[in-house]
């Protein structure tokens, strides 16, 4: 079956949804903010982390899990060390303060570190770190997530899928990005799976007692794997230790669903370092050597290539939308067009 679509510009877009989430009870900044984000995840081709939760983030902020109101708080342990409280609204609007405090004091300092707390879902990473590398700065962030993979060995999901994203700024070119999440594959595939009523590939979960199944609803019951075996969930404990234990927000097992209006404020946490090479002319030339070397190698492709082209894509020709959610984002808004 064909899904209809609707053909908007990148602002057409931001003002929709930014519209839309006013419209429900949300600080006109804040939504600005998270619409940005939303619209920036759809350009990029990560289309779960776009429009697609928009209804999610509505159906919140009119519950009260989401406090569509709140003003992040910043406050510092010391020049180079802060804090941003998202005082459980939107993670967008923190991390708006967490890059631009973030950049002044790496700048000033050489590097910095911003921890969030009391937040919320914070979609695409790329698009934060991609903002410091704009800036010719390195970027490192890193999140925690509801509980979805187990410690190895064991079968209880303990860490969330827990994305890693990088990025370096380039000469002449789009900074290098890279994001990831520890799973094996995107929990988004195993709950589609279960919509649509598919099996999944073996290898991609097990259930609820540890086995490996390819039912759908036994993996969403039990636990993803990681990516790299015993290596990903080693990786998953650094950054829960990073992103709730250092900020001391909610660790996975305790940080509630990002796709429900029901329950208590997810109280999520996020960690970003900045730094600034000393020598920044002399930095992008190094990587350029390393870069251009591996785009000469036969069939190799520098992470990130597809999404600068998805991103031009859409600055040309604008976002293909499904048509649901744009009728959707229009009826909160009040624009039956």
């Known amino acids: 079956m064909v899904t209809s679509t609707v053909t908007l510009s990148l602002t057409e877009a931001e003002e929709l949804v930014m519209a839309a989430l006013c419209a429900v009870g949300t600080h006109s900044q804040n939504a600005r903010s998270v619409a940005a984000a939303l619209v920036a995840a759809e350009a990029e081709g990560q289309i779960g982390h776009g429009f697609s939760r928009l209804a999610d983030y509505a159906a919140q902020v009119r519950s009260g899990k989401v406090n569509g109101m709140a003003r992040p708080l910043c406050s510092a342990q010391n020049d180079a060390a802060l804090t941003i409280d998202a005082r459980n609204g939107f993670a967008y609007p923190a991390l708006d303060i967490a890059i631009d405090v973030g950049i002044t004091a790496a700048r000033r300092h050489g590097c910095a570190s911003v921890a969030v707390t009391r937040s919320h879902h914070c979609g695409a990473l790329s698009i934060q770190v991609a903002k410091i590398a704009r800036e010719g700065l390195i970027g490192l962030m890193v999140a925690n997530t509801p509980a979805a993979i187990a410690p190895w060995g064991a079968s209880t999901p303990v860490f969330g899928t827990n994305p890693i994203a990088f990025a370096a700024p380039r000469l002449n070119n789009d900074p290098l990005v890279i994001d990831l999440s520890l799973s094996k594959v995107a929990r988004g595939k195993i709950m589609h799976a ?67 209006a029901e329950g208590p404020p997810s109280g999520s946490g996020q960690f970003l370092l900045v730094l600034a090479p000393p020598d920044i002319e002399a930095f992008i030339a190094r990587l350029e050597l390393i870069l251009t070397f591996i785009n000469d190698l036969e069939g190799a492709r520098l992470p990130g290539d597809r999404r600068v082209a998805s991103i031009f894509m859409a600055r040309e020709k604008g976002l293909s939308v499904p048509r649901h959610y744009i009728d959707y984002a229009r009826e909160l808004a009040g624009h039956h067009a």
């Not at 919509?195 to 490996?212: L, Q």
């Not at 080693?234 to 660790?251: C, D, G, H, S, W």
């Open 194 to 260: 279960n919509k649509v009523g598919e099996a999944i590939p073996e290898g991609w979960a097990v259930d609820a007692d540890g086995k490996p199944t390819t039912d759908p609803e036994a993996a969403l019951a039990g636990s993803m794997l990681p990516m790299g075996g015993a290596k990903g969930t080693a990786l998953a404990l650094m950054v829960e230790i990073l992103a709730a234990v250092l900020p001391n927000a909610n660790p996975s097992r305790s940080v509630s669903s990002f796709f429900t």
